[in-house]
């Protein structure tokens, strides 16, 4: 990415270079507000239906669990706060959007100190490049959320160690609690960033700013903060320490995990790509090329920015591997954060970018052009005959379950029971937004009580398979009696080539 004597040539400097050397940050800044936009607009197009995450998540997060099996917990207690306070299903959709645009401020914020305003710019751009980072941003996930928690963790150390900032302390000891709500990825970053701090070099630059005590102080606070999670996860078998596909609310991409790990490595190619395009490294110096210039890395930056951008990443994998989860590539987007800056670390100190019209090109691409192919795809599948949870018609059957309870037992519809996902997306549709009671099994929904169903009765639906519209067994053997209704068939959201959906369902009304 560099060369030792400047490429021959005229030099011209594009817009996107001018606006680098004036404004690096206000360019970081609009690439991200950009980025976020994109993927808010992609549901709001194409989803008439709620992310089954979203839905999922508010259905859990308002029950305020200190945990939940299988699900961290952090993610659906934000969704439902601001839900609580803006019910908008649009805010809930840009929610993960904003997450990872934060991610990346954060992690800009890491990059301008360690190398430079202009490097760190450019190492942030990059990240566009980064698969698992920048496509495809759904709804606020634990794989989401966990992304400016884990960068807003290692700037604040970065504060804390390098500047000796009292209250990136205090910053560091809250986010690195939070990491243990949000997933277990970010304790793979924090064990990295606690094994640089005991090393001479760290154990100096807490000395040479008077930091003990406040050491001391932010340990205090991630002890405080993270000891009725850790409670929980010790009385749970840590159960929902990490997303597991088991509890029925992740679906979508699961795998095994060696399979993630490459293909969280896979998605660096377009980063690869820009650096190929944009930088003279095969050219020996024939193209033209203007030049930034950062100052020298001290060795503390070096082998701190190198731990950080590889060492949580591979050590996670290969925990994941050895223990044989199944998991997505996105669980290990929070760890491939500075993916950029590393690449940068090894540039040297001054960066040639030559090609320049085809590298905004090649930006702009990834940029605009994952996005653009969400929408085709969500409107294109019905017409091959696939149905997404996107499109899966929520409302019709809520309003159907909701207004006929409602009519029979003259009370609020409280209990929706039924498969997870689908009875997420019919409680967030319904009018009185009634609680979830998953496939009727108590151990993983605490908040239905022994006399809940009594007392308020409930809905319960099951999928009608075959024409088969009895209820399943399962249901009938832990339930009060119920009589089912008739079977409801209702049309997709979008048009297309696909059967009705078919679900048998029926009242179960509380006692009098």
Same mark, same amino acid.
């Given at each position: 990415?560099?060369?030792?004597?400047?490429?021959?040539?005229?030099?011209?400097?594009?817009?996107?270079?001018?606006?680098?050397?004036?404004?690096?940050?206000?360019?970081?800044?609009?690439?991200?507000?950009?980025?976020?936009?994109?993927?808010?607009?992609?549901?709001?197009?194409?989803?008439?239906?709620?992310?089954?995450?979203? /839905?999922?998540?508010?259905?859990?997060?308002?029950?305020?669990?200190?945990?939940?099996?299988?699900?961290?917990?952090? *993610?659906?207690?934000?969704?439902?706060?601001?839900?609580?306070?803006?019910?908008?299903?649009?805010?809930?959709?840009?929610?993960?959007?904003?997450?990872?645009?934060?991610?990346?401020?954060?992690?800009?914020?890491? *990059?301008?100190?360690?190398?430079?305003?202009?490097?760190?710019?450019?190492?942030?751009?990059?990240?566009?490049?980064?698969?698992?980072?920048?496509?495809?941003?759904?709804?606020?996930?634990?794989?989401?959320?966990?992304?400016?928690?884990?960068?807003?963790?290692?700037?604040?150390?970065?504060?804390? #160690?390098?500047?000796?900032?009292?209250?990136?302390?205090?910053?560091?000891?809250?986010?690195?609690?939070?990491?243990?709500?949000?997933?277990?990825?970010?304790?793979?970053?924090?064990?990295?960033?606690?094994?640089?701090?005991?090393?001479?070099?760290?154990?100096?630059?807490?000395?040479?700013?008077?930091?003990?005590?406040?050491?001391?102080?932010?340990?205090?606070?991630? *002890?405080?903060?993270?000891?009725?999670?850790?409670?929980?996860?010790?009385?749970?078998?840590?159960?929902?320490?990490?997303?597991?596909?088991?509890?029925?609310?992740?679906?979508?991409?699961?795998?095994?995990?060696?399979?993630?790990?490459?293909?969280?490595?896979?998605?660096?190619?377009?980063?690869?790509?820009?650096?190929?395009?944009?930088?003279?490294?095969?050219?020996?110096?024939?193209?033209?090329?203007?030049?930034?210039?950062? /100052?020298?890395?001290?060795?503390?930056?070096?082998?701190?920015?190198?731990?950080?951008?590889?060492?949580?990443?591979?050590?996670?994998?290969?925990?994941?591997?050895?223990?044989?989860?199944?998991?997505?590539?996105?669980?290990?987007?929070?760890?491939?954060?500075?993916?950029?800056?590393?690449?940068?670390?090894?540039?040297?100190?001054?960066?040639?970018?030559?090609?320049?019209?085809?590298?905004? *090109?090649?930006?702009?691409?990834?940029?605009?052009?994952?996005?653009?192919?969400?929408?085709?795809?969500?409107?294109?599948?019905?017409?091959?005959?696939?149905?997404? #949870?996107?499109?899966?018609?929520?409302?019709?059957?809520?309003?159907?379950?909701?207004?006929?309870?409602?009519?029979?037992?003259?009370?609020?519809?409280?209990?929706?029971?039924?498969?997870?996902?689908?009875?997420?997306?019919?409680?967030?549709?319904?009018?009185?937004?009634?609680?979830?009671?998953?496939?009727?099994?108590?151990?993983?929904?605490?908040?239905?009580?022994?006399?809940?169903?009594?007392?308020?009765?409930?809905?319960?639906?099951?999928?009608?398979?075959?024409?088969?519209?009895?209820?399943?067994?399962?249901?009938?053997?832990?339930?009060?009696?119920?009589?089912?209704?008739?079977?409801?068939?209702?049309?997709?959201?979008?048009?297309?080539?696909?059967?009705?959906?078919?679900?048998?369902?029926?009242?179960?009304?509380?006692?009098?």
């Amino acid at each position: 990415m560099h060369a030792s004597n400047p490429p021959p040539g005229p030099l011209t400097a594009s817009l996107f270079v001018e606006a680098l050397r004036a404004h690096a940050g206000f360019l970081v800044a609009g690439a991200l507000i950009l980025h976020a936009l994109l993927w808010t607009l992609v549901p709001f197009v194409s989803n008439p239906t709620p992310d089954p995450k979203i /839905a999922a998540g508010l259905a859990i997060g308002r029950e305020w669990q200190l945990g939940y099996p299988g699900l961290p917990i952090l *993610a659906p207690w934000v969704m439902e706060s601001v839900y609580s306070v803006f019910p908008s299903i649009l805010l809930m959709k840009a929610l993960g959007p904003a997450a990872v645009a934060l991610a990346g401020w954060l992690v800009f914020g890491l *990059a301008r100190r360690m190398i430079g305003e202009q490097h760190g710019a450019l190492a942030t751009l990059a990240m566009v490049g980064v698969t698992p980072v920048s496509f495809p941003v759904g709804a606020l996930d634990s794989a989401t959320i966990q992304m400016p928690i884990v960068a807003g963790m290692v700037l604040s150390w970065w504060c804390a #160690m390098r500047e000796g900032n009292r209250a990136a302390w205090i910053s560091l000891g809250v986010t690195a609690a939070l990491s243990l709500y949000a997933g277990v990825q970010g304790l793979f970053v924090l064990a990295v960033l606690l094994a640089i701090s005991v090393t001479g070099s760290g154990k100096a630059a807490i000395r040479k700013h008077g930091s003990q005590a406040l050491a001391v102080a932010a340990s205090v606070i991630f *002890a405080l903060i993270a000891a009725p999670r850790l409670w929980w996860l010790a009385t749970h078998n840590f159960s929902g320490l990490y997303e597991s596909p088991r509890t029925g609310f992740e679906t979508v991409g699961v795998m095994k995990a060696y399979e993630a790990a490459g293909g969280a490595l896979a998605g660096h190619l377009g980063l690869i790509l820009l650096i190929v395009v944009a930088t003279p490294i095969l050219t020996r110096g024939r193209i033209a090329a203007v030049s930034f210039t950062r /100052a020298p890395l001290s060795g503390f930056s070096m082998v701190a920015g190198v731990l950080i951008s590889a060492v949580p990443f591979f050590a996670a994998a290969g925990a994941a591997i050895a223990f044989g989860l199944r998991v997505t590539v996105d669980a290990f987007a929070c760890l491939l954060l500075y993916s950029g800056l590393l690449a940068f670390l090894f540039a040297g100190e001054t960066v040639w970018l030559c090609r320049q019209r085809l590298a905004v *090109a090649i930006v702009l691409i990834l940029l605009l052009l994952p996005p653009a192919a969400i929408v085709a795809i969500n409107f294109g599948v019905p017409w091959l005959g696939r149905g997404l #949870m996107t499109n899966w018609p929520a409302k019709s059957a809520a309003q159907v379950m909701n207004e006929s309870f409602r009519n029979r037992t003259g009370k609020p519809l409280t209990v929706m029971i039924g498969p997870p996902l689908y009875a997420s997306e019919i409680a967030l549709a319904a009018k009185d937004r009634p609680h979830i009671f998953p496939d009727a099994d108590r151990t993983i929904a605490p908040w239905i009580k022994d006399k809940t169903l009594a007392e308020k009765g409930g809905v319960v639906f099951w999928p009608v398979i075959r024409g088969n519209a009895a209820p399943p067994a399962a249901l009938t053997e832990v339930l009060p009696p119920f009589v089912p209704e008739a079977p409801l068939s209702m049309l997709w959201n979008l048009p297309g080539r696909i059967d009705p959906v078919n679900l048998g369902w029926a009242i179960i009304p509380p006692e009098k």
